[in-house]
């Protein structure tokens, strides 16, 4: 998803988060700012491997904010 149109002048907030509903679960994303990858993470395989191991933690398994300066 492009950002940049989102960005405020200054310091701007985006929280990412996770709720896992079933079982094993994985995630993944990358953010990028005027086309420039400025942050990625990723944890598990779909369909092969879970992330954390294959942690099975029900409810909110990630929360994560990250900042930009626009």
Same mark, same amino acid.
């Given at each position: 998803? +492009?950002?940049?149109? $989102? $960005?405020? +002048? &200054? /310091?701007?907030?985006?929280?990412? @988060? =996770?709720?896992? #509903?079933?079982?094993?679960?994985?995630? &993944?994303?990358?953010?990028?700012?005027? &086309? =420039? $990858? =400025?942050?990625?993470?990723?944890?598990? @395989? =779909?369909? @092969?491997?879970?992330?954390?191991?294959?942690?099975?933690?029900? &409810? /909110?398994? $990630?929360? /994560?904010? /990250?900042? #930009?300066?626009?």
């Amino acid at each position: 998803m +492009p950002i940049d149109a $989102l $960005l405020v +002048p &200054g /310091r701007n907030e985006m929280r990412i @988060t =996770v709720d896992n #509903f079933i079982s094993r679960w994985t995630f &993944g994303y990358e953010i990028r700012k005027n &086309g =420039v $990858l =400025v942050n990625e993470e990723w944890c598990g @395989t =779909v369909g @092969t491997w879970g992330c954390r191991n294959n942690d099975t933690t029900l &409810g /909110r398994v $990630l929360d /994560r904010r /990250r900042y #930009f300066v626009n």
